[in-house]
Every structure is written in C-alpha cells, then in structure tokens.
C-alpha cells in the first residue's frame, strides 16, 4: 500500500510539472509581440525616453474648417500587411514594422503643417518633415472621404517617401464641409472679394489673382507663409523721430555748425545776406546783391 501510495504522488507530481512547462511556454509564445501603449504617435511617455520618436519641427496651429477642430487630440490606427500607421490629425503620421526583424522600421511619415487648397476647397492636408529617406523628408498627404464612421482606411506610397492616406469620416459629408471662405474672417472675406472684382474687371491677371488668393490664405494660417520677413535696423526703424533729447540737440549743433560754415563763405566773398527768417518756410534767407564774385571774370554780365 504505501509503495502504490508513492507510485501516484509521483505522477501527480510529474503531471504537475509537465502542466506548467505547457502553459509557460504557451504565454511565452503570445508575449513576443507587444503592443505599445501610444498618445500622438511620438514622444510616448510610457517608452524609454531613448525610444521615442523625435520629431524635426513643431506642428502648425490646428486651422481650417471648424468642425473639424474636434478630430484635434484623436488617433486613428490602420494596419496594412507587417505596417501598423497611426494618424493624429493636425500633429502627425507615424509608422511602425509589426515584424521580428531586429531593424524593423518605426518612424514618422509626417508632421501637420498646412492645407492643400483648389477651387475654394480644402482638397488635403499636408504632414511634412518626416523622417530622413534618401536625400528628402518623408510627407504625406491626407484625403478626406465621408463615411458613416471616422477611421483611417488606407494608405499607400504613389511614389518614394511620399505617401497618401485616405481618412474617412461624416465630418466631411456636407457638401460645404470644406469650403475655404466660410472659414476666413471678416476681413480676409472682404480681401477676396475685392481680389475678385479686379479679376473681373481685368485690373489683375489671374496669376496676380492667384498671388493675392495664396497672400490671404497664408494671413489665414491655412498656409505656410514663404514671405521673407525682413527685420530693419533700430537706426533706420527710428530714423523719422529722435529717440532721445540728447539725439536732438546733437542734430541741432550740427545745423547751427553747417549755418555759421555758410556765413563764412558768404561773407569772404563780400556777399550780404539777411539772417531774418522766412515767415513762410521758417529757413534763412539769403539775398544776393553782387552777381560777382571777387576773381569773377564776369560771365553773367552779358552787356
């Protein structure tokens, strides 16, 4: 009896064991891919700091139609094949390789920087700046399409380092959904108008039209601006008015020197002047009373 009482504690004990090695080496299987917590695509703060995307430049200013403003804090994620694309409206486009290999690929396809406008439409958004492909940045392009849900469908690459996104979303579905002039103020609403008007009259060509259109939509921040902003020296900012008193009176020592130089030419040549001034322009007048000069031969005496 106690030699059979054995025999069954040591197979309990051997099942056992061969139990766990099951299930640990099963959870083992399923934890070699991990999906990582993410807020914006990059600079997760659940990642070590040395593995978190670094972005090249700061994203715009959320613009555009307003109610689009809500999408502004959302990601919506997409995978395609071994691809997994996170798109943050108005912040960025990131892609991660869902792959064992040891280099696999996770970067960013784009940061948001501007509109793409045709025909007063909002015809895409632009992520550029990305991450280093050859010898550019890689940039995305976004396309709106209405659906009955906001999600990210597709994405493709229509050529090296550039990509395309279709975004669908009833956010867009309104046929004025995503007219420009509706989203511009008072002002620059007036601004286009008057561009329109020269257009039709023909006191503008339409790239002039054109040119003030691209002005106005920079103004609005549904561009980026590629004016150059030229910062003037303080000296020639302030060159209409005194800065101080001290620059006053330096200026006027230097006319009353100029004055005193002049009289003394004036005089050397035995030429009379009246040093009263002219009521009407307030300067000094000089009245001429010898046409010649001491040494003068005479040239404008013509008798």
């Known amino acids: 009896m106690y030699c059979l009482c054995n025999g069954i504690s040591s197979l309990i004990k051997l099942w056992v064991v061969c139990v766990s090695l099951f299930i640990n080496h099963g959870f083992a299987g399923k934890m070699k891919i991990v999906e990582e917590p993410n807020t914006f695509g990059l600079n997760n703060p659940f990642l070590a700091q040395g593995s978190r995307l670094q972005p090249k430049v700061t994203p715009s200013p959320v613009s555009g ?87 990210l469908a597709q994405v493709s690459e229509p050529s090296t380092c ?52 691209k002005d106005i939509f920079e103004d609005a921040g549904l561009l980026k601006s590629e004016r150059v902003k030229v910062k003037l020296p303080e000296v020639a900012a302030n060159s209409e008015m005194h800065s101080s008193l001290q620059k006053c009176t330096e200026d006027f020592q230097k006319q009353r020197e100029e004055i005193e130089r002049l009289r003394a030419i004036l005089t050397q040549h035995n030429i009379p002047f009246d040093s009263k001034p002219s009521k009407a322009k307030g300067t000094v007048s000089v009245t001429v009373k010898d046409q010649h000069l001491r040494g003068d031969t005479g040239l404008i005496d013509l008798h």
């Open 65 to 151: 139609p307003v109610h689009l403003h809500r999408l502004a804090g959302k990601c919506f994620s997409h995978t395609e094949s071994t691809y997994k694309y996170e798109f943050c409206p108005f912040h960025n486009i990131t892609q991660h390789e869902q792959s064992f290999r040891w280099n696999a690929y996770s970067g960013i396809l784009g940061i948001w920087q501007e509109w793409e406008i045709a025909n007063n439409t909002f015809t895409g958004m632009w992520m550029r700046d990305g991450d280093t492909c050859a010898t550019r940045n890689r940039e995305t392009k976004v396309i709106f399409v209405c659906s009955a849900s906001s999600k």
């Open 162 to 213: 550039v990509y395309s996104l279709t975004f669908e979303t009833p956010l867009v579905c309104h046929p004025h959904s995503l007219l420009v002039y509706p989203t511009l103020t008072d002002t620059l609403q007036k601004e286009w108008d008057e561009a329109e008007q020269a257009l039709y009259e023909g006191l503008i060509t339409e790239q002039g039209y054109n040119n003030l259109l």
